[in-house]
């Protein structure tokens, strides 16, 4: 799996929009991109997933840039309760034999009041 | 139903002591997870199962003892544990040979005495 790079922590204000990059330089072309956050002592929670287009639901946007290099999570308008660490994950293309979901640090995100 | 089920949600235990962590999960996934988590540090896989057979054992000593009795649940036999061993076990479960997000359960929060 390709690796990936992230801030270990950032700061937003509340009610702006956060924005959390991810560098994944080795990433191939049929490996995704995921991003997960964990809540204090939580289970991990899924947020979003893309190959190469930009793709947004109801929790967040993801944008990948055009070389697929790196991603930027964005929570449009962020509450203390997106406090959490987020994580980056690049997976290889799923087989019948499971899927590797392999975390990496994380960035810490505090989002302040 | 998108939820995985973990029991118990705290096990205290001693180091000669035999206890089982439990997962369940009714979304028709084929492959389930355990990883585990110390504090402030990233989940770290521990065993994958596809089709009930275990895939990947990431060189996790034998006092974890992995079994999938069917495609809904998941155990983790504990024997012998070290204090060491105290963490959070997490469990998820996801679709194989698919590029779909995996679900984590909220966890097990472990600890040898």
């Known amino acids: 799996d390709a690796k990936t790079t992230q801030p270990p922590s950032m700061d937003c204000a509340e009610g702006r929009a956060a924005n959390l990059p991810c560098n994944h330089s080795t990433i191939s072309g049929n490996e995704y991109v995921y991003w997960y956050r964990q809540i204090h002592s939580q289970g991990p929670q899924y947020i979003i997933h893309?190959?190469?287009n930009n793709e947004t639901n109801e929790m967040a946007s993801l944008i990948i840039t055009e070389d697929r290099k790196s991603s930027t999570l964005i929570l449009p308008h962020a509450t203390l309760r997106d406090t959490a660490v987020y994580y980056c994950i690049v997976r290889v293309q799923p087989d019948n034999y499971g899927q590797n979901f392999v975390f990496g640090p994380g960035t810490r995100l505090s989002v302040l009041p | 139903d998108t939820e995985v089920t973990q029991t118990p949600k705290h096990l205290v235990m001693g180091m000669t002591n035999k206890k089982s962590l439990k997962c369940e999960q009714h979304?028709?996934?084929?492959?389930m997870y355990w990883y585990k988590q110390k504090a402030k540090k990233p989940p770290e896989l521990m065993f994958v199962?596809?089709?009930?057979?275990?895939?990947i054992n990431e060189s996790v000593p034998s006092r974890f003892s992995p079994e999938c009795p069917n495609s809904s649940l998941l155990n983790l036999h504990l024997h012998a544990l070290q204090p060491e061993d105290s963490a959070l076990y997490l469990c998820a479960s996801s679709f194989p040979a698919r590029y779909t997000e995996a679900f984590f359960g909220q966890g097990t929060r472990l600890t040898v005495v």
């Open positions: 893309g190959l190469k």
């Open positions: 979304m028709g996934h084929r492959a």
């Open positions: 199962y596809s089709y009930e057979k275990l895939s």
